[in-house]
């Protein structure tokens, strides 16, 4: 079975500064990959997916993530951080064929920014 | 499309009573979650259908919860009786399985059992 750790429960950055969040997963075949966010009080967002071709992919608001088999990580990076982007971020990993269909989350890591 | 719909966003009951959630998927989605997400346990996964059938409930934690999917457009989760320790914010999720597990999920149901 597939499984995640988020090894950050919290991230403290401060406005304009990069920022990198850690995701590394457990799965033997090639997995399908997601990065999540959830903004105070909603439901989660999907903000980018990985599921084959370039390791280095592109969501919405600006983020990015890079998936590296070598290291079975999947981090999601953004080069300057807005205060609006301070919420929690969930990365999951979704089986591929053979698997069960169901992705799996991680703990999440909560993204604090400073002014 | 409206996404994920779920009511009532908010619910404050007491101990014992009948508490039920219900969701609305998106169209067309093939599959429908609920998940409950507390800051001690995190996002767990309660129950997934496929096609309007349950598939696993092993997330289910007691026989106090139950899910039903009447139609392609409509789940309920029940609680009955409900207790103090099923505060919670319950999501219910859609994904169309040709779409490599993409979720989608609703705004959510704050419970507070008190």
């Known amino acids: 079975a597939q499984s995640v750790t988020q090894p950050d429960i919290h991230i403290t950055v401060s406005e304009g500064a990069s920022l990198e969040l850690r995701c590394n997963y457990s799965?033997?075949?090639?997995?399908?990959l997601f990065w999540y966010v959830q903004s105070p009080g909603q439901g989660l967002q999907l903000l980018l997916k990985?599921?084959?071709?370039?390791?280095l992919v592109q969501g919405i608001k600006g983020f990015e993530a890079e998936f590296k088999r070598s290291q079975s990580s999947f981090n999601l990076r953004k080069p300057s951080v807005h205060w609006s982007d301070a919420a929690e971020y969930f990365c999951?990993?979704?089986?591929?064929?053979?698997?069960?269909?169901?992705?799996?989350f991680g703990r999440g890591t909560s993204l604090i920014v400073h002014p | 499309d409206a996404g994920v719909i779920q009511s009532p966003r908010h619910e404050v009951t007491e101990m014992g009573q009948e508490v039920t959630l219900r969701c609305k998927p998106i169209?067309?989605?093939?599959?429908l979650f609920w998940y409950r997400q507390t800051m001690m346990r995190g996002l767990e996964l309660l129950i997934y259908?496929?096609?309007?059938?349950?598939?696993?409930d092993s997330g289910m934690p007691e026989d106090r919860f139950s899910a039903k999917m009447p139609n392609a457009s409509f789940s309920t989760l029940k609680i009955q009786p409900s207790e103090p320790r099923d505060s919670a914010v319950y999501f219910c999720?859609?994904?169309?399985?040709?779409?490599?597990?993409?979720?989608?999920f609703g705004p959510g149901t704050r419970l507070t059992v008190l």
């Open positions: 990985y599921f084959s071709g370039d390791t």
């Open positions: 799965y033997g075949a090639t997995p399908y």
């Open positions: 169209s067309g989605h093939d599959y």
């Open positions: 259908f496929n096609n309007n059938v349950p598939i696993d």
């Open positions: 999951a990993v979704g089986a591929g064929t053979g698997g069960s269909y169901i992705p799996t």
């Open positions: 999720a859609s994904s169309l399985s040709s779409s490599y597990n993409e979720q989608f």
